[in-house]
């Protein structure tokens, strides 16, 4: 599993012990795990190969606290407001270890990164056992081993040496048959100032072109259809690598594979995007016409104080050619309103690069500071309500653009990958290649094929329709 046969012979063994503990402690047939990511995409990709070590010590899953003899929370740094629900849900936790002494109680991932948090669950929630970071989700079967008969409460973060190695051939505990992540790249050494992802994360590694393309392969061999290639800035993937291999490369070295499918990634860094890159993915077969590309503000002079090394003219040029280029392109985004020092007026530049863009749709943000970032020192004199009017402002704008371009798709007809039974009987709901929702009857048999859909009406973010036939 690791880079020798000893490594995994060890693994094994530290597995097969770990099972033997936990199926006296469990409370039922076998021990059952709930785990829970929060975040980006890469922490729900961190989360399955953690639940893929789980299953190789006998756990089954469930998605109740109560029925759970280890609970973990897979944490996310990049927003105040994603910490602010873990402390709240972990203080919740009290009672369940109450209740159930011999459950174990972990958690993981950027939050614990950072040693202020660390700190802070030593002294506040003695009832959590096991804290481990990103750098070492490899070594979670020792350190739970630790936990289970070290007697005492295991903190583990890594160091820097954690940040050169690629490990490849973790077990990966997939949450879908239809949709698959596969991470290329690990860490950014971008610093953009109001970032925590670097230091939580580590600097950029890229995973070899081969292995990444044997476990593309073996996902469409399996029958996955949405595959989405993962890094914090896709476009810097192969620079680590000895023989350096560029993020269109790579794609069009997966595009060659052959199967039905779909091939997504995030995120991708405007400074480092191409004209190489669009014309990959106006060229492939299998490419989505859809490119997730954060722009965060419209004024130059908020672009440099967030250290983004690019100018509103550089990310319009490049937005002008990929239209030229893809006739159907789906435009999506990230944008941060009230970053430190952002005027009203340099705030009204980023609405206007939107209504000239008309994104299918944005992810919106008001401005969180991170201890550890270079804007989390800068003044910041607009309050809060005045950023949530600028914020409730740019969503109007945003929200009339959606419902405009779903508008436009009245009456065509869609390629539609089935993900799942709709929130209503007799609804399937899937997503068209541009990664916009689409609801329309049908019988679940379509779940995880592709099907030919009518838009026949359009919300503001979902269309519906009606099946022409399977694609």
Not at 338 to 348: H, I, R, S, V, W
Not at 393 to 404: D, K, P
């Amino acid at each position: 599993m690791q880079e020798n046969n000893a490594s995994s012979r060890s693994t094994a063994a530290v597995i097969d012990d770990v099972a033997q503990i936990m199926k006296i402690r469990a409370r039922g047939e076998r021990p059952m795990a709930f785990v829970h990511s929060y975040g980006c995409q890469q922490n729900v990709a961190d989360g399955e190969k953690i639940k893929g070590f789980l299953e190789e010590m006998g756990f089954g899953f469930t998605q109740e606290q109560e029925e759970a003899d280890f609970i973990l929370f897979n944490t996310c740094a990049v927003r105040e407001h994603a910490e602010d629900r873990v402390f709240g849900n972990v203080g919740a936790l009290k009672n369940i270890k109450r209740r159930h002494p011999s459950v174990v109680i972990a958690l993981c991932g950027c939050m614990m990164e950072q040693e202020h948090v660390a700190e802070r669950i030593r002294k506040s929630y003695p009832y959590v056992s096991l804290v481990f970071g990103t750098h070492v989700i490899h070594r979670f079967p020792e350190l739970l081993l630790e936990t289970l008969t070290g007697g005492r409460r295991v903190f583990s973060r890594g160091d820097e040496s954690e940040d050169k190695v690629i490990r490849e051939g973790l077990p990966i505990h997939r949450d879908g048959s239809v949709k698959a992540w596969v991470t290329v790249m690990y860490g950014c050494n971008n610093f953009c100032s109001y970032c925590i992802v670097p230091y939580v994360r580590g600097r950029e590694r890229s995973r070899s072109p081969e292995a990444i393309e044997e476990e593309f392969a073996s996902l469409v061999r399996a029958g996955y259809r949405d595959i989405t290639l993962l890094g914090q800035n896709v476009n810097s993937y192969g620079k680590t690598l000895e023989t350096p291999v560029s993020f269109s490369e790579l794609l069009r070295r997966l595009d060659r594979i052959p199967g039905d499918y779909r091939i997504r990634f995030m995120t991708s860094h405007p400074k480092d995007a191409t004209r190489e890159l669009i014309d990959t993915i106006a060229q492939g077969t299998h490419i989505s016409h859809h490119l997730h590309l954060p722009f965060q503000s419209g004024n130059d002079r908020v672009l440099r104080e967030m250290n983004r090394r690019y100018d509103r003219a550089k990310y319009l040029e490049l937005i002008r050619y990929a239209k030229e280029k893809i006739s159907d392109l789906s435009l999506t985004s990230d944008v941060i309103v009230g970053f430190p020092g952002e005027t009203y007026e340099e705030f009204l530049d980023t609405v206007s690069l939107i209504r000239e863009v008309e994104f299918t749709s944005l992810f919106t943000f008001i401005y969180s500071p991170r201890r550890g970032t270079k804007a989390a020192a800068m003044d910041d004199p607009v309050p809060a309500e005045e950023k949530t009017r600028w914020f409730q402002e740019l969503c109007a704008v945003q929200e009339e653009i959606a419902a405009r371009r779903c508008q436009s798709a009245v009456g065509t007809v869609q390629r539609v990958l089935v993900e799942e039974e709709g929130k209503r009987e007799g609804l399937l709901s899937g997503r068209t290649d541009g990664n916009v929702i689409v609801d329309f009857p049908g019988p679940a048999s379509l779940i995880g094929r592709f099907a030919d859909v009518r838009v026949t009406a359009a919300r503001n973010w979902i269309l519906t329709g009606e099946l022409v036939s399977p694609a």
